[in-house]
């Protein structure tokens, strides 16, 4: 290489590195040393565990993937009079770990309503605002309920007593020889406890009584010594039971019998064993019309026949006999109070059966609505994860609940006395049925560790329960008018703006425990539905997405993820790099906030700009050194002439004009249209959440253009990055995020020129005001 042209080349590359300076912005001196280092875009290989040969680097189960299995047979009654329940039950526990186990872990959840329960202690709130008179009298009146486990015996498979030692909500069985892998021991366990009345002290499960008429319509879970999950990430996960942070349980097969008064109604979770035993000739003969009523439900119970059952307080007992295949716990309603209703649902070529009961005190609206929504979450979901596998799930009407088992879950949504319900009620009662059935998916066949995370099954239900709101409404026109949308609460992003752009000290990171954080709601169900709806919509699209999610959902169908093998099979199954948007979205309390600072107007000339001249100066060179360069003069410096105005390109550059007549054939040239317009805009990020950079451009002649720069351009610098566009026409707007996509948090500074506009926050606090 002769002397001249190794100059060139180096000259050359100064040239380009000050143009690649000039794009990107230059680091800002107060920046700590080692900044890039801490990128955003950095890989989580410190968050994430190592992949292992239970969990695979992809996502997927790993060759030696293994759980437990946990097969229940159980006789429960129900002393209606009284409000206690009896159980016996044996457990037959499969070990199928690696691992002999010398102690099981038995989950005893009732017990956190028992006399010395420590939950209550462990809250310091001091006054609230307002007490229930119920939560008052429970609090500071009367003696604490006795809500604990009475636990009559616990027996190995010869009737030979066990040992076990309690604390608290858990139970450790110490069975004589250590539980080897592969093998399976069974043992029983005897128990009782006083149900709680759920309406007064939020429990999950017990009875509302109904003054009026004197009976109670009862809601049961959680009500049986439940063995513990134990696997390859946690070992045995015997965290206690507080209240928040909900339940973590083994797969397993149930025989359940269950005695209450003969006149009531009751349905649970499995296939009905002795329908003939149970059922009357006019059920049996409506229960065969609703197989096939695939439009509509058929009441197998009528509000009439309800109403004349609520007087009867039957002194024989009935037993209705259950079995159940691969569920992860057991949920029944009894009442004689219940209306009954069931339709027929195609999924996947098999038909399920959509079921709702609910005292009369839910109609009109339940026998209107429930099944309904119960049709259209199995559907939705279904085309999202997998086809529903189990053969019926049903919806109860409870006050105030909204909880979930296999097969069957609680939901509120009750008009006022005299029928009327505003919209408000009506909304909130489709959405939570929607909510809970769709825990049937998550976390009830996903099964996740709800003890340990919370959203795993709640911002992913919520997410799916958006998608479901959304079909719901378009298919139900009698609903929602054909060009108005469900009225969904939590989804869109705008949405979750008030809470993540809220006080930091009340904020906690979604991969936090639910005992442990803030705002269990947004946290847990808003912010990461919200998260996944801006992955599908805006920075994966649907078709990347979906395929991505179902690929998750059918990878652990029946099995137990954790949050990285949701996190790796969403890259995996997509090749989008997310590891940027986990970081933030899920492991810091982060917001989005991108603006655009401001727009320079530039012109091209052939003169060297007094930057070149600086450049050329320090390093004593001169124009004849360079190729033939083409400067960009910005109009309100020293460089500017006047005359560069109005003028094309190669009107105002000798270089440009000359370069393109000796490297372009006059075909070429005439092609060429001139841009006019150049201009360097500069956006900001004052959020710390990098997101992809929404713009939609504004010309003169009133028509826009609209372009995505990919998150990546927050790369190499997290505060601001420059653009250079050029246009045959003036620009004169520009909008970030203008259809309100990435939950940016103030919109004040998303315009130029800047409008004078009051941002979504002071927007949604006023509407909250309203
Ligand atoms: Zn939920």
Known sequence: MNRIKYFFASALFLIGAMAIAQEEGEAKPEREPGHYNQSKFKQLYEEFSTPNTYRSASGAPGPDYYQQQADYVMDIELDDKNAKIYGEETITYHNNSPDDLEFLWVQLDQNVRAKDSKSPLRNGNGVNIAYTAGNFTQTYITEPFDGGFNIEFVKDANGRPLSYTINQTMMRVNIPQALKSGEKVSFSIKWWYNIPDHTVNRARSGFEYFAKDGN?????????????????????QNHQFWGSGEFALPFGNYDVNITVPADHVLDATGVLQNRDEVFSKEMMKRYKAAKKSYDK???????????????????????????????????????????????????????????????????PLWEEQSTKAVVQTLKTYSKHTFDYPYHKAISVHAKNQGMEYPMICWN????????????????????????????????????????????????????????????????????????????????????????????????????????????????????????????RETIMGPELFDHAFKTYAQRWKFKHPTPEDFFRTMEDASAVDLDWFWRSWFYTTDYVDIGVKGVKK????????????????????????????????????????????????????????????????????????????????????????PMPLIV???????????VTYPPEIWRKNDDEVRRVISSQKELVGIVIDPKLETADIDTTNNAWPKKEEKSDFENFKENIKG
């Open 412 to 535: 509120y949504g009750r008009p006022n006395e005299d029928g009327t319900y505003s919209d408000r009620t009506k909304y909130g009662m489709i959405s939570v049925i929607i909510h809970e059935v769709g825990h049937n998916f998550f976390p009830m066949i996903v099964n996740s560790d709800e003890r340990q995370w919370g959203w795993m099954d709640e911002g992913l239900d919520t997410f799916m329960q958006y998608l479901a709101e959304q079909e719901f409404g378009r298919n139900n026109p009698d609903v929602i008018a054909p060009n108005e949308k469900y009225p969904s609460r939590r989804g869109e992003a705008a949405k979750i703006v008030p809470y993540m752009g809220g006080d930091q000290s009340h904020i906690s990171p979604i991969m936090s425990n639910p005992e442990n954080v803030y705002q269990l709601g947004p946290n847990a169900y808003g912010k990461p539905a919200t998260a996944l709806n801006i992955l």
């Open 696 to 706: 939609e451009y504004t010309y003169a002649d009133g028509t826009t253009e609209s």
């Open 297 to 363: 439900p058929v009441v197998i119970v009528t509000q009439a026949e309800a109403e004349a059952a609520e007087k009867g307080f039957s002194e024989k007992k009935k037993t209705w006999k259950f079995k159940a295949t691969n569920v992860r716990d057991y949920g029944f309603a009894t009442s004689r109070k219940f209306v009954w209703d069931m339709q027929a649902v195609k999924i996947g070529g098999k038909d399920v059966m959509a079921v709702s009961l609910y005292p009369k005190e839910g109609n």
């Open 216 to 236: 109670r319509a009862y809601v049961i879970a959680q009500f049986f010594p439940r063995m513990a999950v134990y696997s390859d990430v946690e070992g045995w």
């Open 602 to 689: 530039y012109y091209v000339t052939n003169e060297p700009t007094a930057e070149m001249k600086k450049y050329m100066e320090d390093r004593n060179l001169s124009e004849s050194d360079f190729p033939p360069l083409v400067y960009l003069a910005e109009e309100d410096s020293d460089d500017f002439m006047p005359e560069l105005k109005g003028k094309s390109p190669t009107e105002t550059s000798q270089n440009l004009k000359e370069f393109m007549m000796d490297n372009m054939t006059e075909a070429e040239r005439t092609q060429v249209k001139e841009p006019k317009y150049f201009y360097e805009i500069t956006f900001d990020k004052p959020g710390g959440i």
